[in-house]
């Protein structure tokens, strides 16, 4: 990435309108149907849609797209509101689509008494058989040539409750023959006897997408309205509500939705999950939500980080997921602790170390923080816990951990000659016995000892014990949303792994929600939402480097 950025094609224009007079100020939204949790691909909407108001000092309004009162739910609104704020973002105003039911409804007997609106009593197939095809003009039917005065009527009636589901709907009169499909007369009103969640049982006719939004954004003053470039085709009827009524001329423009990489995005597929319960709910830290991603332990710089780097495009393509990952560890690699925590044990018994003596050995917080990070107390003991896979009975050449007669240092402390281990009846390894040299103490080494490793440990004696979860991919395909079948085949069944048992330093007693680990050499770490008094549980954010990327995974140096 260039330092200095270019701007992207939707700042051009912005730039373009402020410069030639259009607008004094810009005005955008972002209006989200609260019919499920967001996730990273409305991020993407937001950091554009807000950043734009940020940077051209206009305004941004969260406007709930309610207009749907089968899907929607105040639990969503609010996780919505929730979320936007953890990302960063401050709207001007809350607003809601069902707020305008009344101008809404205005709007649209403006329309009937412009000849530009009837009511039709086809059902939903006559009316989808009458509009033809993309190659063949529609057909009119008898209701279009209603009367202004019998299609006032008849709009009353529906909006009263007179009739049932289906029985009517409202639709635009414009032109059966348009090559856009979207302008065949389209439906602007249908009858649904539901609940709202805001407005109760007030309304029983609700408002299409199409005449809602525009005209929402019209009541709003919106200059830009930006929305993903399924609306290409919507564009045009747009256009033709808001000139044929003659409100605020907003004007859409259409990005490219982000598509990520191993990863679903629609929300229906992810109420699919959850409802399936396939994942632990939608902050499930494997969830592309945002409220997973918090749980997982993302940051709100690291998201920002990604929506900026990715940029915004007018052509569809696909992300990969190891870039947001690569944003994570950017962040947590200057604002991580680091922690010493070891998830498969196997004892170091230090044979020349005194028995039941505890050294107090500092740890470095963080060598990558500006401040230095300060440190921490870790105690050093004769018996200590190391990672099973840190030894070998047999280790090849240029294995720079433990074997009999190899050396590594020990994190913080002393260097350590392996001298032999013990085995079980069955075979398998349970100790392994080394020495160390006093005088190599990390940070007063006079040893003159060079070893190539550095482990890391905790003391038998000291550590708590904790659950650890660790995530990979939820789906086993790059592009779940495009395979045959039910994408819920392409869950990755091995998505996560429980380590019930992993034992962590003393110092993470004190770990807080809001603190971001890196558990030397394993990754980083956040504190999950279900730890309590008796239980600690972290959840691995991401490993520290891409375990998919070409590398080799031994040689792990220092
Ligand atoms: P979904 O298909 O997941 O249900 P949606 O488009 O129906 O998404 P909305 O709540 O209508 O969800 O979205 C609010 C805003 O976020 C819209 O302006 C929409 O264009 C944008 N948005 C949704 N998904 C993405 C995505 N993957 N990338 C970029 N913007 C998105
Ligand atoms: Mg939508």
């Known amino acids: 990435m260039s330092e200095e950025k270019s701007l ?3 700042e051009e224009i912005v730039e373009a309108d402020l410069a030639g007079g259009r ?27 807000f950043g734009l108001a940020n940077k ?34 401050k709207w001007s105003n809350e607003l809601y689509a069902s707020d305008y039911f009344n101008k809404l409804y205005e709007l649209a007997i403006d329309l ?58 409202l639709r635009a009169k414009i032109d059966l023959a348009n090559p856009n499909m979207h302008l065949r007369d389209p439906i602007m009103y249908r009858i649904k006897q539901a609940h709202h969640h805001r407005t109760g049982d007030a309304w029983c006719i609700y408002p299409m997408y199409d005449f809602a939004h525009g005209q929402s954004d019209s009541i709003e003053n919106i200059t830009h309205s930006v929305c993903t470039l399924e609306f290409v085709p919507h564009r045009p009827l747009y256009d033709w509500y808001i000139e044929q009524l003659n409100i605020f001329p907003s004007h859409q423009y259409e990005f490219a939705r982000l598509n990520l990489t191993y990863t679903i995005m629609s929300k229906r597929k992810l109420l699919q999950l959850v409802n399936e319960k396939l994942v632990d709910g939608w902050n499930d830290p494997r969830m592309p939500t945002i409220a997973g991603l918090r749980r997982r332990g993302y940051t709100p710089e690291s998201i920002r980080m990604f929506c900026d780097k990715i940029g915004v495009q007018k052509r569809e393509n696909l992300i990969d997921l190891s870039l947001l990952e690569f944003c994570i560890r950017e962040d947590l690699n200057k604002n991580a602790v680091r922690r010493m925590v070891v998830l498969d044990p196997i004892k170091l018994v230090i044979t020349n170390y005194p028995e039941g003596h505890t050294e107090e050995m500092e740890g470095e917080n963080n060598p990558e923080a500006e401040d ?47 001298t032999g281990f013990n085995k079980d009846e069955k075979g398998k390894v349970t100790e392994v016995l080394a020495e160390y040299f006093p ?55 091995e998505s996560l792994h429980v380590i019930e048992n992993a034992l ?3 110092d993470l007693r004190k770990a807080t929600f809001s603190e971001r680990y890196q558990f030397i050499r394993k990754g980083y770490f956040v504190l999950d939402e279900d730890s309590s008094e008796e239980k600690i549980v972290f959840n691995r954010t991401v490993t520290l480097k891409d375990a998919w990327a070409k590398e080799t995974k031994k040689g792990i140096g220092k």
């Open 439 to 493: 005088e190599s103490r990390s940070g007063h080494d006079t040893s003159g000892i060079v070893v190539k490793g550095t482990i890391h440990w905790v003391s038998v004696q000291h550590a708590l014990n904790a659950e650890v979860r660790l995530y990979d991919r939820l789906f086993k395909v790059e592009n779940p949303a495009v395979e045959e079948g039910d994408f819920k085949d392409y869950i990755n069944p």
């Open 112 to 169: 009937i008494k412009k000849s530009l609106a009837y009511v039709d009593d086809s059902t939903s197939e006559e009316i989808a058989d009458q509009k033809g095809t993309p190659t063949e003009p529609g057909k009119p039917n008898q209701y279009r040539n209603r009367t202004i005065e019998e299609n006032l009527d008849l709009f009353a009636k529906m909006k009263a409750g007179a009739f049932k589901d289906g029985a009517k709907v």
């Open 8 to 10: 992207n094609f939707i």
């Open 372 to 418: 230095g990070g300060g440190s921490r107390i870790i105690p050093f003991t004769k018996e200590l816990w190391i990672e099973r896979e840190d030894f070998m009975e047999e280790p090849p050449k240029k294995f720079f951990r433990l074997g009999v007669g190899l050396m590594v240092r020990l994190k913080s402390a002393y260097i350590v000659k392996c």
């Open 56 to 89: 051209y000092g206009g305004k941004t309004n969260l406007r709930f797209d309610d207009t749907n009162p089968v899907t929607e739910d105040t639990e969503y609104v609010d996780s919505i509101k929730a979320d936007i704020k953890w990302l960063g973002f």
């Open 504 to 506: 962590i330093e003393p």
């Open 23 to 49: 607008y004094k100020t810009i005005h955008t939204r972002f209006p989200p149907e609260p019919n499920g949790y967001l996730h990273i691909g409305h991020a993407k909407s937001i950091c554009l849609n």
